[in-house]
């Protein structure tokens, strides 16, 4: 879930600032304009700060498996 939500920040991101005003030919230009992003996204880096309760994560993972059982 983690993974999840990080990688829809990041693509959210990604598409307010590369997709919403470029034109992309090929699939190399469109690749070229993600790498880009990602350049520039990584040059300040902002660490990742867990705010939830671990105990309550685990507790809804646990309901989960219930209802999936």
């Not at 939500?5 to 690749?31: E, H, T």
């Not at 990602?38 to 498996?65: C, L, M, S, T, Y």
């Amino acid at each position: 879930m983690f993974v999840v939500q990080c990688g829809r920040g990041l693509f959210a991101k990604l598409i307010r600032r590369c997709f919403k005003n470029g034109v992309f030919c090929s699939v190399v230009d469109l690749q070229a304009a993600i790498n880009r992003f990602i350049k520039e996204h990584n040059q300040e880096p902002k660490p990742f700060v867990w705010n939830a309760d671990p105990d309550q994560i685990i507790a809804a993972v646990r309901r989960g498996q219930q209802t999936l059982e």
